[in-house]
Structures are given as structure tokens and as C-alpha cells.
């Protein structure tokens, strides 16, 4: 359990560091014929903020010893019993795919380090970069794959309540400031 988590760690930090590895931003136009499909911002005026406030302070945030962060997750959302092995597998998959491609990528990453310390040859520098971009494209691929799956797995109040949790982490980063002036 472990190396999974560590795993998924360091998956994140590829897939926030793989954002940046483009030469250009990509209209949005551009991004939805290439990228395909996208989950579209939820619409904050179907939600239902008093009752999901209601829900959070109920909710424990971090699991018990008992409890694993698929317990969270599944008693946070309202998963059925289907819903939580058809996610425990969703993530198996993902897994599967995103162990071998993380290797790779983690492999190049260091074979990159020694071609830049020892002034490697620019064009094979290139090629390993060009690799482990392709790497990271994979690795995004295979996890909106993931997304694109269980939330085809969910209901509308569920749905609804993910897209609460997709909102919270995007507000995340600034509700220090909004605490720090006595807004709420």
C-alpha cells in the first residue's frame, strides 16, 4: 500500500510538471479537437451549497486506521456497493497502465540528468525529451480515461457532489487569503 501511494504521489508530480513542458498554451479551441472529450466545469448554480456544507462537517476528512481513502471516497460520494468494485477496478486499470509509463518516464528523467551534466548530444537530449513528453501525454490520457469512466459510473446528486470536491480544490489556494481578511 505503500509504493501505491507513493506512486500516485509521484504521478501527481509528473502530471503537474508535464503542464509545463508545452512551448505554447493551446487555444481552447485547439485543445478540444486535439485533446478530445473534456469534463466541463460543473455549474455552480445546480449545486446545493447548504446541503453539501452540511455533508462536509459530517464527513471525516482523513481515513481512521480502519479506514482506507476508497472508504472516504465511496462514504463521501454515496457509492453503492457496484459503484465502489466497479472503482476499485477503474483504478486497478489505472494503475496498470500508469506504473509502467511512470517507469519509463522516471528512467529518461534520469538518463536526461546525466545527458545534461556530462553536455550530452542536443539532438539525443531532444529525443529523450520528445520521450518523456510522449510519456506524460499517455499518463494523461490513460487518467482522464480513468475520470471519463466513473463519472459515467455516477448518478446526478453523486456527480453533483464530485463536482463540489473539483470546485473546493480549485478554491483551495486562495482561501487563506479570504480567512486571513475575516471574509468567513
Given at each position: 500500500m505503500k509504493k501505491t501511494g507513493i506512486v500516485f504521489a509521484l504521478f501527481a508530480i509528473v502530471l503537474t510538471t508535464g503542464a509545463g513542458a508545452r512551448a505554447?498554451?493551446?487555444?481552447?479551441?485547439?485543445?478540444?479537437?486535439?485533446?478530445?472529450?473534456?469534463?466541463?466545469?460543473?455549474?455552480l448554480s445546480k449545486l446545493n451549497i447548504d446541503k453539501i456544507l452540511q455533508q462536509?462537517?459530517?464527513?471525516?476528512?482523513?481515513?481512521?486506521?480502519?479506514?482506507t481513502f476508497l472508504q472516504v471516497v465511496a462514504e463521501f460520494l454515496q457509492l453503492s456497493p457496484s459503484q465502489i468494485s466497479e472503482l476499485e477496478q477503474l483504478l486497478q486499470t489505472r494503475q496498470a497502465k500508469l506504473v509502467p509509463l511512470?517507469?519509463?518516464?522516471?528512467?529518461?528523467?534520469?538518463?536526461?540528468?546525466?545527458?545534461?551534466s556530462s553536455g550530452g548530444n542536443p539532438a539525443q537530449v531532444?529525443?529523450?525529451?520528445?520521450?518523456?513528453?510522449?510519456?506524460?501525454?499517455?499518463?494523461?490520457?490513460?487518467?482522464?480515461a480513468f475520470l471519463t469512466?466513473?463519472?459515467a459510473t455516477l448518478v446526478p446528486e453523486q456527480l453533483q457532489r464530485l463536482q463540489a470536491?473539483?470546485?473546493?480544490?480549485?478554491?483551495?489556494?486562495i482561501l487563506p487569503v479570504f480567512q486571513s481578511i475575516f471574509l468567513f
Open positions: 505554447q498554451r493551446p487555444s481552447l479551441k485547439t485543445s478540444l479537437v486535439t485533446q478530445g472529450p473534456v469534463t466541463q466545469a460543473p455549474d462536509l462537517q459530517t464527513t471525516k476528512v482523513q481515513p481512521s486506521s480502519e479506514e511512470f517507469q519509463n518516464a522516471q528512467a529518461l528523467t534520469q538518463q536526461l540528468g546525466v545527458m545534461l531532444g529525443t529523450v525529451v520528445i520521450q518523456i513528453h510522449a510519456l506524460q501525454q499517455q499518463m494523461a490520457q490513460a487518467q482522464q469512466q466513473f463519472i470536491v473539483q470546485i473546493a480544490v480549485q478554491l483551495q489556494p
